[in-house]
């Protein structure tokens, strides 16, 4: 099962900043939390990841909480063609190569024009 | 870099017969590939991971003789549908990571194939 809890849905309007929190309450204190977004019937993209400092590079920030238990991503200036769904994801670790990636539900993002 | 490539991007079968879905890693060696099944509206859910030169691992519920995965070179990794249903219509998704990285580093997502089975 994922590890992480989203909001369904989100509207945003196109400018102005999107925020989606994702909850991760059960992180385990080497999992990192990465970010996806998928854009209707292509592959998810890779967006961002961090372990407990914030992270941006050109596409987001990703802040996350002292105790870890919570993120946020932030798309600064929205566009329309930030509407995707976007997936907060807890990279579960293992000692192997078969450290996975499991989807959640993940949030419906609409930038509205 | 770190693009991955499906092939094909869609495909239409008829009831009965074998479909076989590429996935490459155009510009890394990828010891590791996951596949993806999504069905409409619903989230990407984890098939099997394939690592090179050994068995797949499936996932719990995943038939093994019917979703064959042989993961053959540092760059390829294949699923084939065997004896296809319309029920195993569906958007699959491969993804690859590099080889000499772990959880640290991103997963590199093809842009998917979707089956459609009459």
């Known amino acids: 099962d994922a590890k992480t809890t989203q909001p369904p849905s989100m509207d945003c309007a196109e400018g102005r900043a999107a925020n989606l929190p994702c909850n991760h309450s059960?992180?385990?204190?080497?999992?990192?939390v990465y970010w996806y977004r998928q854009i209707h019937s292509q592959g998810p993209q890779y967006i961002i990841h961090?372990?407990?400092n914030n992270e941006t590079n050109e596409m987001a920030s990703l802040i996350i909480t002292e105790d870890r238990k919570s993120s946020t991503l932030i798309l600064p200036h929205a566009t329309l063609r930030d509407t995707a769904v976007y997936y907060c994801?807890?990279?579960?670790?293992?000692?192997?190569?078969?450290?996975?990636?499991?989807f959640g539900k993940g949030t419906r993002l609409h930038i509205l024009p | 870099g770190a693009v991955v490539s499906q092939h094909p991007s869609r495909v239409i079968c008829k009831s009965g017969t074998s479909v076989k879905i590429e996935c490459r890693s155009l510009?890394?060696?990828?010891?590791?590939m996951f596949w993806y099944r999504q069905f409409p509206k619903q989230s990407l859910m984890l098939m099997a991971t394939?690592?090179?030169?050994?068995?797949?691992?499936?996932e719990q519920g995943v038939e093994k003789d019917k979703f064959l995965i042989n993961h053959a070179s540092l760059t390829l990794s294949t699923l084939t549908v065997t004896s296809a249903h319309p029920e195993d219509s569906s958007f699959y998704i491969c993804?690859?990571?590099?080889?000499?990285?772990?959880?640290?580093?991103?997963?590199?997502f093809g842009n998917g194939t979707r089956l459609t089975v009459t």
């Open positions: 993804s690859a990571q590099k080889a000499g990285q772990t959880y640290n580093s991103p997963l590199h």
């Open positions: 394939s690592n090179e030169g050994s068995k797949a691992t499936y």
């Open positions: 994801i807890v990279r579960v670790a293992r000692a192997n190569r078969d450290d996975k990636i499991i």
């Open positions: 961090g372990l407990k």
């Open positions: 510009d890394f060696q990828a010891t590791t």
């Open positions: 059960t992180i385990s204190g080497n999992e990192y």
